[in-house]
Nanobody, 116 residues
Framework: QVQLVESGGGQVQPGGSLRLSCVAS????????MGWYRQAPGKQRELVAS???????NYADSVKGRFTISKDNAKDSVYLQVDSLKPRETTVYYC??????????WGQGAQVAVSS
């Protein structure tokens, strides 16, 4: 089991930006695939972005060009830079650590509120 602690959520104006952070512990971070998900009330949790152990990123079509995932193996951390936020993207964001066919752990969630 991997322990994940998230930070960086908050309220931002439409078009604003946030940087979400997720710090992992419990195993060898550099071997994990890391992902960011979001889940609005009454909806399925959706994958927003992921990054492989080889630092190859993938993004949902809805966030391409606006969100950037990165990681720092020396700090056992993964980040999600979220730019040009829209009110509809007000929701809870979760980080996840995984290896093939197995999720190792989830963060507690970071609330993002986009409003004026």
């Amino acid at each position: 089991q991997v322990q994940l602690v998230e930070s960086g959520g908050g309220q931002v104006q439409p078009g604003g930006s946030l940087r979400l952070s997720c710090v992992a512990s419990g195993s060898i971070f550099s071997t994990y695939v890391m992902g960011w998900y979001r889940q609005a009330p009454g909806k399925q949790r959706e994958l927003v972005a992921s990054i492989t152990s080889g630092d190859a990123p993938n993004y949902a079509d809805s966030v391409k060009g606006r969100f950037t995932i990165s990681k720092d193996n020396a700090k056992d951390s993964v980040y999600l830079q979220v730019d040009s936020l829209k009110p509809r993207e007000t929701t809870v964001y979760y980080c996840c650590a995984r290896v093939p066919l197995l999720s190792l752990g989830w963060g507690q969630g970071a609330q993002v509120a986009v409003s004026s």
